[in-house]
């Protein structure tokens, strides 16, 4: 009976580390008479929509999409123009503007020091801050900014530990276009780097942070067409931390987020409620390319919610190993409503984790008390996930190292995926886990997938364990899994095929109408029925697999045979066509 991995080994594996960030300070909260009513609403709506974190209903699979939309759309200035040369004093600036106004800086010049955004009132147009220049010398609206602009953009840099740029809490309603933002090229290459921009803080209030109630989140900040980065020898924790209400990061370069020792992110959020807008960036960073959670908000009740991760390139460059410590390309810990979509995720290997591409778990960081905490509501379609030891990640609650939160993991949808080159990738991996579900999970629905591994004689299309016959509510249909191991379906320690999904969820679970590849004749009799297994790869009738073709071709025998005379697997077609742009060189 095929048994390759122990339950504590798979557990151990999987289990994320923690991210060291320390609990925040609890404090009563700081009374603020300038509070804008229209932050508050912001921020306690978005707290009033997270689910009792005791609610174990369960639910249809379809996950709730994000309630809430960030409008992006530039709003014509109604203010003054301010116009800052390179030896003017720009804090000054930036303290008298208001709303309406355009805070132009000199094109190539370069504004070192620490700046921040200071407390000001909503109004009907945000104070835009902008490199002067033509608005055709900058990419149109939509369009990326790539590192080809850096010669006429006006940069804004830091020359130590602290931000480039940091709200003064609250604050609202800031437009930041056309900047460079990045770390002095003289700050020393050994130190250690906390953040390039910071939106909101992490309620630390030890580290004299703010941001210890809903009163004190900052609101409606867009960044639009921005190139921020670090350095290539810099060592720098995130480019930007997303903590405020209602803001968006958009048709932007981050890059060269990277750490050694430290989890490391080109975007990552855990005190602010969203809504949030990630759309149309390349995003490069070394931990955890987007994550939201891994520390704990200060904010009693909160989690990011009504996320929207759109069209971006989320890349790691593999020069980075060794040099910088690497995890995964996304991750949630800490989310409800989010939406990820039209992406393309590239490159990951093994080193402070086992090479998991994409993980989606609940889990508080160093807190104890905040057991409010946890993902719920995810959709992840049309997505293309390539060159990874691992592929998706599902995992219910991760308790390792501190106390289980009480809101597990629930209401997963993915669809319409293309998980590729799974296995081993530079020089890592070696299971090549196609799927791996954790513990109790509930409502989680795969449906039109394609996953190709390239190991020829590992690569399970589905692992799970400790769900204890407790998970609920496990849809996984209409699939392609192509990989060598020899069968489909694992839980440790027991027998393959549906003896596993029944220890890992009872009869609450469906399999059906999957096209498997590599499944030994042997062991075809233990799998559950209505699906295909192959003997090998290749009679699954691929287009052209060595070319990347994974469409079935029409000489495959599972062609048109999904749901509704659909073929298996993901809309490759409909992929192609969303990701269209998505990578821009």
Known sequence: ????????????AAAGLSVLLGCPERSRPQSNPTTDSTVLRDVRAAIAATPAQNDTTPRDSIAELPQSQVDVRSVPPTGSTIRIGPNDNLQSALDRARPGDVIRLASGATYAGNFTLPTKACGTAPIVIRTDVPDSDLPADGERITPAASPRLAKIATRNDRPAIRTVNPTCGWRLFGLEVTVASDLAPGALHYVLIALGDGGWAKGGDTQTSADRVPSRIILDRMYVHGQEATSLRRCIALNSARSAVVNSWISDCHAKGFD?????????????????????GAG???????????????????????????????????????????????????????????????????????VIKSSQDACGTCTWQGTTDVTFRYNMVKNSPRGFTLQAVDCAGQKCVD?????????????????TFNGTGSDGFLMLLLLDLRDVAIRHNTFVGNLPTRGTALVMDGGNGQARNLTITDNVFASGVGYAILYSGTRVGSESLRAMAGDSWTFARNAVGSVNPEYVRLHPPGNWYAPTVAKIGFVDQEGGDFRLSAKSEFKQHGLGGTDPGADLNGLKKRLEGVVVR
């Open 264 to 284: 490391s992110q080109a975007i990552e959020g855990w005190n602010g409620p969203g809504p949030y807008l990630i759309e149309n960036n390349f995003l490069s």
């Open 407 to 423: 809101v597990h993991v629930r209401r997963v949808r993915a669809e319409n995926n293309l998980f590729y080159n799974i296995g």
């Open 288 to 358: 955890e390319n987007i994550m939201f959670g891994g520390g704990d908000p200060a904010i009693v009740g909160l989690s990011p919610s009504d996320i929207t991760i759109r069209g971006n390139h989320v890349w790691k460059d593999p020069t980075w190993k060794g040099k910088w410590t690497v995890k995964n390309l996304f991750e949630l810990k800490n989310a409800r409503r989010v939406l990820i979509e039209n992406n393309v995720f590239e490159n990951n290997w093994a080193d402070a984790q086992q090479g998991m591409a994409i």
């Open 1 to 12: 009976m095929p048994n390759v991995i122990s339950t504590r080994r798979l557990l151990s």
